[in-house]
């Protein structure tokens, strides 16, 4: 056995929803067998939806059509809304229309019933490998966006790093220069107020408007741009793309 098989056969559950019983404790034993946790079977979508909200498994095989006004595609759909549990879909059809209407709901896989245990196997395998993948790069993309502020002019301020790149190049700055990006950066693009910006820099109840107003200048006469906006009466905002 590999250990690509490995990584994904111990502690994974699969929940199967399946209106042919006999075929359904089949694929059971088979991926008990494979070293899989099965949380359970059910046969209409309904009884999935409700499912997946307490057992929460690790991926689901879906019937397409299912006992029930739901089919097992809007059964799907419902699920990845709200709990982005990976679906490998079961059918016994084949035709286009059939197809199309799985692939709408961006299926992890499909598989044609009956399908041979191997198939099966490396089908979960599969889904698994693409959908843990997929998170582990969305997120680490989710991060970078929160972390790099992108301002007007290739101006970038990196919240983690606490650093603004001009290009790509560091741009020197003062302790209380990094502090104004740093709060104006918690919410990109949206006002801060004086007093909120002044208590956060000089850590004073007292708001100094001619001294916030001065660093302000500097930092404009630094970049050689107007990366600060005033908004009268409210406060200051960074000019972000």
């Known amino acids: ?5 490995n990584l994904y056969e111990h502690n994974t559950s699969v929940l199967i929803v399946e209106d042919e019983v006999v075929l359904a404790m089949g694929m059971e034993c088979t991926l008990e067998e494979f070293g899989y946790e099965v949380t359970g079977i059910e046969t209409t979508a309904d009884a999935a939806i409700e499912h997946v909200s307490i057992n929460t498994p690790d991926i689901i095989l879906m019937d397409i059509k299912l006992k ?6 809007e059964a799907a759909k419902l699920i990845w809304s709200y709990h982005k549990i990976p679906v490998v879909f079961l059918t016994s059809y084949s035709d286009d229309k059939t197809i199309k209407n799985a692939m ?3 299926p992890y896989g499909y598989l ?3 399908c041979r245990d191997e ?3 490396v089908a979960i395998q599969t889904a698994l490998h693409k959908h843990n993948y997929f998170y582990k790069n969305r997120a680490s993309i989710a991060s970078e966006k929160l972390e790099n502020i992108i301002c007007i002019d290739n101006y970038i301020f990196n919240r983690a790093k606490k650093i603004l790149y001009k290009n790509n190049t560091p741009i020197k700055l003062t302790g209380n220069e990094v502090k104004l990006f740093d709060i104006l950066t918690e919410k990109a693009g949206e006002p801060v107020s004086f007093e909120k910006i002044s208590s956060f820099i000089w850590r004073e109840d007292y708001c100094d408007l001619g001294r916030l107003r001065t660093l302000v200048y500097r930092i404009k006469n630094k970049l050689d741009t ?6 009268f ?4 905002k960074l000019k972000i793309k």
């Open 68 to 73: 029930g006004k739901k089919s097992g595609i």
């Open 233 to 236: 009466e409210l406060g200051y």
């Open 104 to 106: 709408d709901s961006e």
């Open 119 to 121: 198939e099966l196997k």
């Open 112 to 114: 044609l019933k009956p």
């Open 226 to 231: 107007n990366l600060i906006e005033n908004i």
């Open 1 to 5: 056995m590999t250990k690509f098989s």
